[in-house]
Nanobody, 120 residues
């Protein structure tokens, strides 16, 4: 079993910053791509940012230049630094990882989500 545990969500005023963390644990042979997605009320889940095992990144246009994704492979952790937050960034943020397990199975895993609320 592999688990992802997110932390760092909360309430912040517009223009503020938050840093989300997502730690993976369990039977992990290798963490491949990792990413953050978000789902606002009444909307579909959407990609925010992804990072490959080698550090290549891609971002949704709506967050470019404001959000930064990074990872610490030694800690099996991915981060999302969110700056200049806007009310439209309000959503539940989910961590996702593509994992090669100890049994050498390829698995997509989701975290439980962390709520980010940006007040105007």
């Amino acid at each position: 079993q592999v688990q992802l545990v997110e932390s760092g969500g909360g309430l912040v005023q517009a223009g503020g910053s938050l840093r989300l963390s997502c730690a993976a644990s369990g039977s992990i042979f290798r963490l491949n791509d990792m990413g953050w997605y978000r789902q606002a009320p009444g909307k579909q889940r959407e990609l925010v940012a992804r990072i490959s095992s080698g550090g290549s990144t891609n971002y949704a246009d709506s967050v470019k230049a404001r959000f930064t994704i990074s990872r610490d492979n030694a800690k099996n952790t991915v981060y999302l630094q969110m700056n200049s937050l806007k009310p439209e960034d309000t959503a539940v943020y989910y961590c996702n990882a593509v994992v090669t397990t100890g049994a050498l199975k390829y698995l997509g895993v989701w975290g439980q989500g962390t709520l980010v609320t940006v007040s105007s």
